[in-house]
């Protein structure tokens, strides 16, 4: 197993996600506590030493099991991260009940790492609001013991990371993003990286294979990577991308199977980072993923300049994309939500104005009935 130095802790460089935890005939909520059992013992056989968990996976039931599992296990033999669960905005100010609850679910006297969960469009004004007493409240736990390191996960767009970074950045000590191959460019995550960079904050990685889509690609793609490296699986290749980012400290994996887990440790054995011409083809694969089914918006803004409404149109279609590429998901509904009804795809008139002057030709009026109407905003 390769490990990385955090202020003087090793730690394994993949971390096992406990949000796909295996499940039984019930489905998600009933977590399969034998087979997870199982899978825990053999990440610590082999050196895994990092479990991720939070109060929303398995409909609260990942950090039960999770909880129980370890502690079984040496307190100082596995480092723990668990969130404050403000994607739900009805959780904002139960920051202390929650955080007490979650010690007792999770059968721990403290957290070695503890995040505020998806910083996001959707709840930066409660999350940055002084009123609701999260920040201060969880920096008193963390100078009582009770939270090791205090950190944050974003799924928001660059302009909420900095938000939170501008008030709270002194105090984070890492912060968890969406980051691969497909999303480098697509969801804007090198840049993203680079303004941690500037807080000298490390990174922590979740969806390295983008939810299962990296697994396995086209019998073109694939033939273009081993011809590169024979012996390497398509998820190894993810994870070798990840393996070249100097930032990045911990590469969270959602592992639901024992095959999974074996596969992925078999990977972390030793670190194989990608040259220059490898890292060149795998961004390639992605670009060209990503114009297949996905709207070529090149945000030149000539569209926003002829809108009567003044919709932001390349955000929009951004959120129109990646609802498009993943079939569906929680981020752009997210996203949508924090927008008032005027600027949201619904409020466009139809005009054709916006098409009138897009280069690329994009049928706008189309594009946002069409987002509108599947998420019905």
């Known amino acids: 197993m390769i490990y ?84 739900d905005l009805s959780n904002i100010t139960k920051v202390r009940e ?18 505020f969960h998806n910083v996001c469009e959707m709840n930066i004004d409660a999350y940055l609001d002084p009123a ?38 002194k105090d984070m000590e890492f912060c968890q993003l969406q980051i691969n191959y497909l999303d480098w460019n697509f969801q804007d995550a090198k840049a993203k990286v680079e303004a941690l960079k500037e807080y000298q904050i490390p990174v922590w990685v979740m969806e390295p294979l983008r939810g299962g889509s990296l697994v396995s690609l086209s019998e073109e793609n694939e033939a273009r990577l081993k011809a590169l490296r024979p012996g390497e699986k398509v998820p190894a290749w993810a994870f070798r991308f990840l393996q070249s980012l100097p930032e990045v400290t911990m590469i969270l994996s959602g592992m639901s199977a024992m095959d999974q887990m074996e596969a992925n440790i078999r990977t972390f054995e030793e670190a194989k980072p990608l040259n220059e011409e490898e890292m060149n083809t795998l961004l390639d694969i992605a670009d060209h993923m990503m114009k297949k089914g996905t709207v070529p918006c090149t945000a030149c803004r000539y569209c926003t300049t002829h809108c009567p409404m003044e919709l932001d149109i390349p955000y929009l279609i951004s959120l129109y994309n990646e609802h498009l590429y993943t079939g569906g998901g929680f981020l752009a509904p997210m996203a949508l939500m924090a927008l008032p009804d005027e600027k949201k795809p619904s409020a466009c008139i139809g005009c054709g104005s916006c098409a009138a002057v897009c280069p690329q030709q994009i049928q706008i009026p189309d594009i946002m009935s069409d987002f509108a109407e599947k998420l019905h905003l």
């Open 4 to 87: 990385k130095e955090f202020q003087n802790e090793q730690l394994s460089a993949l971390g096992f996600g406990c949000m796909r935890l295996p499940c039984g005939a019930g489905g998600d909520p009933d977590v399969d506590a034998d087979t997870t059992k199982k899978m825990v013992q053999y990440a610590f056989d082999h050196g895994v030493n990092y479990f991720d968990t939070a109060w929303g996976y398995h409909a609260g039931n990942s950090e039960t099991v999770i909880g129980r599992i370890l502690s079984e296990y040496p307190r100082e033999s596995f480092f723990l991260a668990d969130k404050f669960p403000g994607y």
């Open 132 to 169: 609701n007493g999260i920040y201060e409240y969880l920096m008193e736990q963390k100078r009582n013991g009770r939270i090791r390191h205090l950190g944050f996960s974003c799924h928001g767009h660059l302009d909420v990371l900095q938000r939170f970074l501008e008030a709270y950045g």
């Open 98 to 115: 929650i955080f007490e609850k979650q010690l007792q679910k999770c059968r721990v006297e403290y957290f070695d790492f503890y995040l």
